[in-house]
DNA sequence: CAAAGGATGGCCT
DNA sequence: GGCCATCCTTTGG
C-alpha cells in the first residue's frame, strides 16, 4: 500500500495522507516496541498521531508532533552531542525532556538507531484518560480542549518534568485507531521552519493553533495559495 | 561572559 | 484569534 496525497492542504497544511501501511498491522491497543521507534523520526512521526501515550495516572491521545534529526538545523542534537542532548543520541524509546522559556518543559520521544540523534517532539493531544490528575497539575479552571493542547501543556498533563528525561517509554506507548494525517511547516521555531515535518490529525480540535516563530524568515510564496 | 532558544496565560478586539 | 509580557538553561567565545 503506498502512501499518496489526497487533496489539496490548507496554507497550513501541504497536504492530507493516509494513515502509513505499517501502523496497518498494528492492531490498536497493542503496546508500541522499541524497534517501532528505532526507525527514522521523519517516519516514525505521523505514525504516532493517534496513539495513547500513558504517564503517571493520565493518558493522551497524540493528535500532533514534530520530528527532529541530527542533519536539522532547527535540532538540539544538530551541533553534535552536549550533556543536555545526550539522551538524543541514546537508544530509541526513552523521553528527552528539555526546559524552556525558563518556565515549561517539553517532552520527545527519542527515535533512529542508537547514536543518531533524533527525537520526535509530543506538540498537542487530547487526555482520554486521568482526566481530574490532568487537571490537578494544569489548573481547575482550564478548558478540556486546552489540557494537553500544546508541548509545555502536553508534559504537565502527563506528570513530567526535568527528572523524567531519560525515562524509558517502551510499554507506556500504544497504537491508536487509524487516522488521517497531514505534514505542514514548524511552528514556535526560527530555522528551518519550513522543512514540513509538524504532523497532525486534519481538523482535531486538540491540534494547537499554527503560529509562526516572529523571527523566522518570511515563508515562501511559491507553495500553497493564500489561506484565503 | 554574552547570546540564543522557546510556550503559555492574560487581555483585548 | 491576535498581540503582549514573561525568564532560566545551555552553549559558544
Not at 528505532?38 to 504517564?55: F, H, M, N, Y
Not at 524509546?93 to 542508537?114: K, S
Not at 490529525?201 to 524568515?217: E, L, T
Amino acid at each position: 500500500m503506498k502512501r499518496r496525497p489526497e487533496n489539496e492542504g490548507r496554507a497550513e497544511h501541504g497536504s492530507v495522507e493516509r494513515v502509513p501501511a505499517e501502523l496497518d498491522t498494528v492492531k490498536p491497543g497493542r503496546l508500541l516496541d522499541r524497534s517501532f521507534f528505532a526507525r527514522d523520526s521523519v517516519v516514525v512521526a505521523p505514525e504516532l498521531l493517534g496513539c495513547i501515550v500513558t504517564a503517571n495516572g493520565v493518558s493522551v491521545r497524540l493528535t500532533e508532533v514534530e520530528a527532529y534529526r541530527e542533519d536539522d538545523p532547527a535540532s538540539h542534537s544538530f551541533r553534535g552531542r552536549t550533556p543536555r542532548t545526550a539522551v538524543m543520541f541514546g537508544p530509541a524509546g526513552f523521553l528527552y525532556v528539555y526546559f524552556t522559556y525558563g518556565m515549561h518543559y517539553c517532552a520527545n520521544l527519542v527515535c533512529g538507531e542508537d547514536g543518531a540523534g533524533a527525537a520526535v517532539l509530543l506538540r498537542a493531544g487530547e487526555v482520554i484518560d486521568g482526566e481530574p490528575i490532568a487537571r490537578g497539575r494544569r489548573g481547575e479552571t482550564v478548558k478540556d480542549r486546552d489540557l494537553a493542547r500544546g508541548p509545555a501543556r502536553l508534559a504537565q498533563a502527563l506528570g513530567w518534568g526535568r527528572e523524567d528525561n531519560g525515562r524509558d517509554m517502551v510499554g507506556a506507548v500504544r497504537a491508536g485507531e487509524p487516522t488521517l494525517w497531514a505534514a505542514g511547516p514548524r511552528t514556535g521555531i526560527t530555522k528551518a521552519a519550513d522543512t514540513p515535518w509538524r504532523f497532525a490529525i486534519p481538523g482535531d480540535r486538540f491540534v494547537s493553533p499554527y503560529k509562526r516563530h516572529p523571527k523566522a524568515p518570511a515563508a515562501e510564496q511559491d507553495q500553497a495559495p493564500p489561506a484565503k
